[in-house]
């Protein structure tokens, strides 16, 4: 196992006159599909004839998780990342007409990719972007050259204190509203953030105050206590994504902040149980590794693929 907690006093060298920082502005496109009637808003980047990897964003968030690492990755490879329906800038139906569950978005980001002709790829699995990879990967098997994790958890040793009252939610979810109002809630949502982070000074609260805004929308209660009470399933599938992993040994990056109070760092180290080729990075980072440890996750993650992805 690799600990790697980078040391925070280092002595800042500037870039030589005019050289270029990768930007957002030059790298990253815009994009919207229909997928089976539904809106699918996601960013690309990178040449199109580079090798692909696909980022799966996690909760409450959307791709925009992903801008200031997207820069990073892009000149080396064709970058993917797509919002969930329900999500971000992707159309957001009732659940009268769109049903909300980790197999039906699992089946829509397929069928994105199949639209969008992407038959391989790296995939990146963030908090949802779990259960919704794992499900993809399995029905899909070949398309995988590799996988990164960051803190998407797939082992029961890698819940928090928290999932023990959401289980409640899920045996009685009648007799437990006060699990969704927290779940959706300004504070919960700003928590999701800063919790457990020693850096809370490098995170933007436009995240939080945005994200609040999205699940404050008409609609978006049903919708995402909709998700939640499914999520059941993604734990009851812990097994067989476990079985899968050690039947197919992808090549697998881990790369955790372990700090996140809802993905604790056992579910990180919980991988190599059945990876024991796996790389792994636990970071001084909460939940969003990336918003304190962005530059650090792209160097492990281009590290990581220049072995794999060739």
């Not at 500037?14 to 990768?22: K, Q, S, W, Y």
């Amino acid at each position: 196992m690799e600990n790697h907690f980078p040391h925070e006093a280092h002595t800042a060298t500037a870039a030589p006159v005019g050289a270029l920082l990768p930007s957002t502005s030059a790298t990253t496109t815009y994009h919207r599909v229909e997928v089976d009637g539904v809106g699918i808003f996601y960013r690309e980047a990178g040449p199109r004839d580079a090798p692909t990897v696909v980022l799966l964003h996690g909760f409450p968030t959307s791709s925009r998780q992903f801008q200031a690492l997207i820069p990073l990755l892009a000149p080396h490879y064709h970058i993917i990342a797509p919002d969930y329906p329900g999500f971000g800038q992707s159309d957001a139906p009732s659940p009268a007409a769109y049903r909300y569950s980790f197999d039906q978005l699992a089946a829509t980001m397929g069928r994105l990719l199949d639209l969008l002709g992407i038959d391989r790829y790296a995939l990146y699995i963030h908090d949802y972007g779990a259960p919704v990879g794992f499900r993809m990967m399995l029905a899909r098997p070949e398309r995988l050259r590799a996988l990164i994790t960051q803190n998407g958890n797939a082992y029961a040793e890698g819940l928090g204190p928290k999932w023990a009252k959401i289980a409640e939610f899920w045996a009685k979810p009648e007799a437990h509203p006060e699990v969704v109002d927290a779940f959706l809630s300004f504070e919960g949502t700003k928590q999701r953030h800063i919790a457990g982070t020693s850096h809370p000074e490098r995170y933007n609260p436009d995240d939080w105050t945005d994200e609040f805004a999205h699940l404050s929308k008409p609609g978006q209660q049903e919708i995402q206590s909709t998700l939640l009470y499914d999520y059941r399933t993604n734990v009851a599938s812990y097994p067989a994504w476990q079985r899968w992993l050690r039947a197919q040994q992808p090549p697998t990056l881990i790369v955790w902040g372990a700090n996140d109070p809802s993905f604790i760092a056992a579910g990180a180290e919980a991988f190599k149980r059945d990876l024991p080729q796996a790389e792994l990075h636990l970071l001084d980072a909460g939940h969003f590794a990336l918003e304190e440890q962005n530059d650090e996750v792209a160097r492990v993650i281009l590290r990581f693929l220049a072995k794999h992805l060739v």
